[in-house]
Every structure is written in C-alpha cells, then in structure tokens.
C-alpha cells in the first residue's frame, strides 16, 4: 500500500520515524508531516495561506502546516507530490495518550478525521507514559502487523453518508512499555476532566498576559473504556465519529420569532 504518514508532534518526532522505519519494511511509505511541534491544534487549517513545503529526503516532507493541512495536501495534491492519493493516511506515534475528551484537541487524532472526511481510511496511534519515558517500538510493531486489519473498521465519505452511516476513523493508543502488551480491547471513550485554570498577569494599565496552568487530570469511564484499557495494559482500539453527530430531534418546544 501507499502509505501517506503524519503526525502533530513534528517532522522530528520519535514516534514517527520509528513508525516510519517499520512501517517501510511492507508498505510504499510518505511522509508529510509539520515542521515544528503542532500538538493541540485539532483542526486548525490554514485558510488563505501559501505554506511552504521542503523535501528532506526521498519521500519526506515537512510542511509549514497543521496536521490537519497535512493530511489535506495528501489527500488532494496526487501526482503532485505523492505519486497517486494514499490508500491510507496514518497519524503519529503521538508522544502522549489520545483518550477520549483528548481526541477533542488532538491534532494527531484530527489528521486522521480529516483524512476519513476526504475518503481515504486513516488510523491514529498514540503512547500513554506514567513517567515521561516513551517507547514507541511495541506499538509501532502492532500496527505494522495489523494495519490491514485497522482500515476497514473505517467509514469514509463520500460512501459513509450514502450509506446512512457516520464517517469514522481508528484511534489506537497503548501504554509506553518495553515488555509485550497483554491483547487488544475494542473501546469506547472516556471523559477527561483537566482541572485547568487561567493565570493572568498585569502587564500595563490595559494589557494583561494569560496562560493556562494545567490541572490534576482525571477520567471518567462508562463501560470499558478506553482509558481502562490502557491501563491495564492493553492496546485500546476505538472507532470514532468524524463529523458532528446531532444527539437527535427536539420535538414540543416552541420559540418566539
């Protein structure tokens, strides 16, 4: 297959050269990845800009994009720079858990929605470290081995839609381990709750300079999650939606005009 990788944590990030590395021993592997660190960006898309592109290597670029532009220049620039649009579009190893409410801001998890929104099969892969530590091999080996096997739990457009169904793509996260994980569990997300607060600093009489100041994190689970799955050690596969899903129609409520 040809392989199209990316990734939030930049062209320089561990997780995707050992991806990458992997990944090559089978497929026709792209990469096109930001040249700085992006992550957090979720969806942000450069709109009305000219960004540069630079080739580092023989099939690697770096782009002064998100990740979402990304996976978009994939997408729509065949024979322009890849030979053909990818079979597929694989976004990290991500330096860092991509669990539920994560997925909200993760730009790694949204280069794999844009790509599903655009018809081409996408997987996110993320390692959770309890200490700063990451190891990316067991989980880039898990997915050399079954990527085959991740892309058709995918819904792409425009087939989704004239199916009836939901666009999706695979978000894969595991622990940052050295020893073999104990399975795969198919999950469904968890809540993450960041306990965030806002430092304002008085710089003058009319300016002031914000930061966030992260909090205790803590998760909230409804059946398994993929939070516990992670935790107990194994590698948590989670089908997500792409597109906004409407919790349904509100009937007998009437507004003024």
């Keep these: 297959m040809l392989v199209c990788l990316t990734n939030d944590d930049g062209i320089e990030g561990e997780g995707l050269k050992i991806l990458a590395e992997k990944l090559a021993s089978k497929h026709d592997v792209w990469i096109i990845a930001p040249d700085r660190n992006r992550s957090g960006v979720s969806n942000h898309i450069f709109l009305d800009a000219s960004l540069k592109l630079t080739k580092i290597s023989n099939q690697v670029y770096k782009y002064e994009g998100n990740p979402v532009d990304c996976a978009l220049l994939a997408a729509k620039s065949a ?43 996408a997987v996110a892969f993320s390692v959770d470290s309890d200490n700063g530590e990451f190891y990316f091999d067991r989980l880039a080996d898990f997915a050399v081995k079954n990527l085959e096997k991740l892309l058709p739990l995918c819904n792409v457009a425009p087939k989704a839609f004239k199916e009836g169904c939901h666009c999706s793509f695979v978000n894969v996260n595991g622990k940052s381990i050295v020893q073999p994980y104990k399975g795969v569990k198919f999950t ?70």
Excluded: H, W
Aim: one cysteine or more; aromatic letters at 6%; a negative charge.
């Design 188 to 257: 469904d997300v968890s809540f993450r709750e960041y306990n965030d607060s806002i430092n304002v600093i008085s710089i003058s009489e009319n300016e002031s300079l914000c930061s966030i100041v992260p909090g205790k994190l803590s998760t909230s689970c409804m059946n398994f999650s993929d939070f516990d799955a992670v935790q107990e050690g194994f590698i948590s596969v989670s089908c997500i939606s792409a597109e906004p899903v409407s919790t349904g129609i509100v009937d007998g409520i009437s507004f003024s005009l």
């Design 79 to 121: 024979s322009k720079i890849l030979p053909s649009v990818p079979d597929c579009i694989v976004s990290g190893i991500n330096r860092g858990a991509n669990l539920g409410t994560d997925i909200v801001y993760s730009g790694t998890a949204a280069a794999a929605r844009q790509a599903v929104l655009n018809g081409i099969p």
